[in-house]
């Protein structure tokens, strides 16, 4: 049986699609824009002699070395917080004892403590540690703040894995580190991909750590050098436009390759 | 070895290679050391700053020197100061306005896209895109975007969406939200398409054979049935919006005057702008008290079985 047309959904969405898709095609036509013809022509027109001239610029202007940075310190992130999370869920769910229950309950108060309002402590603990303009400056809260709700994603996949798999496992004299790999490994791989996306989505577009706990533009990552190009390139509009729709391209591609499990990624453990 | 009670976790650790009987194993056999790790760098980077935030607030420190004690005085100062007051003041109207402005668009939108409608997967792809910029990007653009002399204002009507709308502290704050709508409504939207898509198709059958329209069927299958959703997607959007930073930092810097100088950016430029480390201190503790109190209040409204199981709501 079909379901009917929603008209005042319909409308609504077609409304919206038209405010989302007007500042992007704006983006990427002034961005192919001479800084000249920026001047000249309407905001919205289609450049009259488009040319790569702006990306040019962000190119020379180490673009790839902010990229390589914020590659670095998203998989960096990810991957230490996939390991830590997925082992501390195995001992919280596997685990009977009341402490592991009061921790689970720890873990996911965590989830919600606003960043901004501990950036100062962790300001002050990262100056005191001496990574103050560092990438693991930035990669160790990341970390932390990303454990919460991946501890709430993979706890909730671990719990629906029958406990006989484990105990049978044991039986058979597997250590937990067996256990660990050979059985929660590939059952929860989905719930890892979930976090594994949401961490990294979050960690590639994290503005305020960068901002407070770096300094150099040698570990400068992406979404802040967009704000050091305005500055740096003050009027020429394109150049920063450009560096705007660059920043974009790795997460389209990710969206184009992965487009499942990009969306799964970003709804998983806040579903219903 | 026998494991004697209470269970030191100490026990629970060189126990677990040694310890053979299955009863014995089941309760509690799982090496602790497992989640030291994640709750080393959780405990030292997320849950000692929120205790340290709390004793900073009642220090005087300048960002570089060390701190000392200053009791109430920073709260003091905080509490007077008509600037912090304000953003108060602003950060309310920023976060209601953000959940009225976004949460039917949202709602609406990804029910839409769970539909059968033609052009659906279109509509899906590009509404997804304002997610793929970061949100100084999103900033950025439409710092650009909205320039009084070479933006769109040129192709707007004039009148209340002309002129210099950024530069106009009457309307700069619902620029922003605007914008923090354009950029956050996708995300949302795909909270409610996901919801929408586990609603059993039955529900829909059976109302439609009792004759109901697509009005009502709207109003007493879907939104009963996303009850969850909707409650997930308002602790993000009211929680979220409350800690805005990014976005507003790019775009307006707070300005003009301090016409969208909310909470976490008048913390931001008291800490980090004038080096009153304390003052800025005091008012994170605001900002993680009013979250904190949000998502618990939120969290008890979809009922406490909430964090347990995914499958509590079925």
Do not use: C
């Amino acid at each position: 049986m079909r379901r009917k047309v929603n008209v005042l959904g319909g409308l609504a969405a077609w409304l919206w699609l038209a405010i989302t898709v007007v500042p992007i095609y704006y983006i990427v036509v002034t961005s192919l824009r001479k800084q000249s013809a920026y001047f000249a022509e309407g905001p919205l027109s289609i450049p009259s002699a488009p040319t790569l001239d702006a990306y040019r610029l962000v190119f020379e202007n180490e673009f790839v070395r902010y990229f390589a940075n914020s590659l670095i310190v998203t998989l960096a992130s990810v991957l230490v917080t996939l390991i830590v999370s997925l082992m501390a869920s195995y001992y919280l769910v596997r685990s009977t004892t009341p402490g592991a229950a009061r921790m689970l309950r720890l873990f996911l108060l965590g989830l919600a403590i606003p960043i901004q309002a501990t950036i100062i402590p962790v300001y002050y603990m990262i100056v005191k540690l001496g990574l103050y303009d560092s990438l693991p400056a930035l990669i160790l809260p990341s970390i932390a703040f990303s454990i919460p709700i991946s501890v709430l994603i993979i706890v909730n996949f671990l719990r629906d894995i029958p406990g006989e798999l484990f105990e049978s496992m044991r039986v058979d004299g597997a250590t937990d580190w067996r256990i660990l790999r050979s059985l929660a490994l590939p059952l929860t791989r989905p719930a890892l991909m979930t976090v594994g996306v949401y961490v990294g989505l979050n960690v590639w577009n994290s503005f305020l750590f960068p901002l407070i706990l770096t300094q150099s533009s040698s570990v400068r990552v992406l979404p802040l050098s967009l704000w050091t190009y305005q500055g740096q390139f003050a009027v020429n509009v394109p150049a920063v436009l450009a560096a705007v729709t660059l920043s974009a391209v790795p997460v389209l591609a990710a969206y184009v390759v992965g487009r499942r499990q990009l969306v799964s990624g970003l709804t998983a453990g806040f579903g219903k | 070895m026998t494991l004697t009670t209470p269970v030191s976790t100490g026990a629970v650790a060189s126990s677990h290679r040694t310890g053979e009987g299955p009863g014995r194993r089941r309760k509690g056999g799982v090496p602790f050391f497992m989640v030291v790790p994640a709750a080393l760098v959780f405990g030292l980077f997320a849950l000692l700053p929120l205790a340290g935030v709390v004793g900073l607030s009642f220090m005087e420190w300048d960002g570089l020197g060390t701190p000392t004690w200053a009791g109430l005085s920073q709260w003091a100062g905080v509490l007077s100061n008509p600037v912090t007051l304000d953003a108060m003041r602003l950060t309310v109207v920023f976060v209601v306005v953000s959940f009225v402005f976004q949460a039917p668009i949202s709602l609406l939108l990804g029910v839409f896209m769970a539909g059968r409608q033609r052009n659906r997967a279109l509509l899906a792809v590009l509404s997804f895109l304002p997610l793929v910029f970061s949100s100084a990007a999103v900033g950025i653009a439409f710092k650009a975007l909205l320039d009084p002399n070479f933006g769109l204002s040129s192709v707007l009507p004039t009148g209340w969406l002309g002129g210099n709308l950024l530069g106009d502290p009457d309307r700069a704050l619902y620029i922003v939200i605007f914008v923090v709508g354009w950029s956050f409504v996708p995300f949302h939207a795909l909270l409610y398409q996901a919801g929408v898509r586990q609603i059993p198709a039955a529900l829909y059958e059976a109302a439609t054979l009792d004759g109901a329209t697509t009005f009502q069927l709207f109003r007493f299958v879907t939104i009963p049935q996303l009850r969850y959703t909707i409650i997930t997607s308002s602790t993000l959007m009211l929680v979220g919006s409350l800690t805005y930073f990014d976005l507003i930092f790019v775009l307006t810097g707070g300005g003009p005057g301090s016409a969208t100088r909310i909470l976490p950016l008048d913390m931001y430029l008291t800490g980090f702008r004038s080096y009153t480390m304390g003052a800025a201190s005091a008012i994170g503790v605001i900002l993680a008290a009013v979250g904190l109190a949000m998502s618990l209040l939120l969290n008890r409204l979809s009922g406490s079985g909430r964090m347990e199981s995914q499958q509590a709501g079925l």
